[in-house]
């Protein structure tokens, strides 16, 4: 007999992502999330010490320059999940991506629940971003989608892989404190983990203080900084 646990079944239940309500998520993903939904990447499979950086919500023409002026004191690499939107409106801060040597993936157009939109219109708004963001990798925004729409997305005539994470910062938090933010991060962290930052206005105060501590200390303990693979580019 298979034993399930009760927070599993709820999950189950509910169809619960890492959060429901903007202010309440699991910093590090459980097991049970990761085998309710299996198809999607949450971790990478490696044996070195690297960790994978994600952003989310670019490009934008201040905060992007930021990180990326970051990234390069450490040589660091990461993946960009890009509002189709946001790369119409700054393709030169976009384009910084890939002449830096990152990986770009798809974030949808004008970054919608899948939750709360019709199956045929969240997947056509992925297909409208697809026309600026030349990847494979695609993350749903609020790590929201229905199982119908992952089903079509991963069995599709143009498959892509939907990458997810295991280490969430919730950097978009307005009233969490900068240094509780990263302290939360930090004790987590292992190798192969996939983490999300945001490059937006509302996670700038929390985003800025996290990343170069997150490089600094990682850095001197002998991690590498890596792009998740797949990217068409």
């Not at 699991?26 to 309710?36: E, F, Q, Y």
Request: proline letters at 6%; one cysteine or more; hydrophobic letters at 40%.
């Amino acid at each position: 007999m298979t034993f399930i646990a009760p927070h599993y079944q709820k999950a189950k239940k509910k169809a619960l992502f890492p959060f429901l309500r903007k202010d309440r998520f699991l910093v590090k993903t459980p097991w049970w999330l990761k085998k309710l939904y299996s198809g999607c990447l949450w971790d990478m499979p490696v044996k070195e010490k690297k960790l994978y950086l994600s952003f989310d919500d670019g490009p934008h023409p201040t905060i992007t320059p930021f990180v990326l002026d970051e990234l390069k004191k450490y040589n660091a690499k990461a993946t960009f999940f890009c509002i189709g939107d946001n790369v119409k409106k700054f393709p030169d801060t976009y384009q910084q991506y890939i002449e830096e040597g990152h990986a770009v993936g798809n974030h949808t157009q004008h970054h919608i629940n899948g939750w709360r939109t019709k199956d045929a219109v969240y997947l056509n708004d992925i297909k409208e971003a697809a026309d600026v963001i030349n990847s494979s990798l695609f993350r749903p925004p609020y790590g929201r989608m229905k199982r119908a729409q992952m089903r079509k997305l991963l069995k599709g005539d143009k498959k892509m892989v939907i990458v997810m994470w295991n280490i969430l910062a919730g950097d978009w938090v307005p009233d969490l404190p900068p240094e509780k933010c990263y302290q939360r991060i930090k004790r987590r962290i292992s190798a192969g983990d996939i983490i999300v930052l945001h490059e937006s206005d509302k996670a700038w105060e929390r985003m800025s203080y996290c990343l170069p501590l997150l490089l600094k200390e990682f850095s001197e303990q002998g991690f590498k900084f890596d792009v998740i693979g797949l990217s068409k580019q």
